[in-house]
């Protein structure tokens, strides 16, 4: 699952790479969106291509909230979900009652420079190295997402994420299963698949073909990176967080994905 994102890249360059341009809401913002880290329990928000409007770019919280949900302080509604929105399964896509309408309606993309995911070592126990994952050729990754809007107008996206094939570099860096016995992986798309996840004229199987055929591993890189990302008293949030950090735990050859 992917709770650790990045994206040092002004919005400007967004707009150019994806031929968008920010909405109105997002043209009130005097803020950049910049991280790099965010952890995503701190719910922030994000520069969103959304499926209702393709052309543009629009921030949103990280952390799907329910289309029923409002409460005025929308985190409190996300500390009743479990993993507090911020990934979803996409094999529930069309049978959860929250993602299903999502599902048809209201994907969407979320451009990011990066994202982190932990390594377990055997040694010691349950010791974890983060490592960095970017794109190889370009700057940006582009994530598919499904997205909400509350009733009292909050707007909200989820990252999805599927089940890892064995022996790929998500099962062998995030080695540790979850509870049903997986390795999951985010879903990162191709440039040629885009505009094709935003369109309104895909069926369920055609969604369901995206997801299991997205952006492959040698359009990927990955290397370890400091143990401040998962730290619970130092920010990650600084520049220099990107650079390769060795750790002798390591019994891993990352050279692979350089």
Known sequence: ????????????????HYNVSRTEKGMELEEELLYHHSDGFNHQDFWVIPQESPKHITPMMWGMLPPWAKNEDPVEDLKEIKGQGLNAQSEKLFTSKM??????????????????????????KDYKVPFLFGAREATFLSLA?????????????????????????YAQIHNKKNWQGQHRQIVPLADDQIEAWLSEKLTETD????IHDNLPEDGLTAHPVSKDIFSRTVSADYPGIEKLVDNPNLNLDYSQWA
């Open 1 to 16: 699952m992917c709770f650790h994102t990045r994206i040092d890249r002004p919005v400007a360059e967004i707009e150019t």
């Open 99 to 124: 993602y299903k309408p999502s599902s048809l309606k209201r994907r969407c993309v979320i451009p990011l420079t990066g994202f982190y995911e932990p390594h377990t070592c055997q040694k010691p």
């Open 145 to 169: 997402g499904i997205y909400t809007v509350t009733s009292n107008k909050y707007v909200s996206f989820s990252l999805l994420t599927r089940e890892a094939e064995p022996g790929s570099m």
């Open 207 to 210: 969604i369901d073909r995206i």
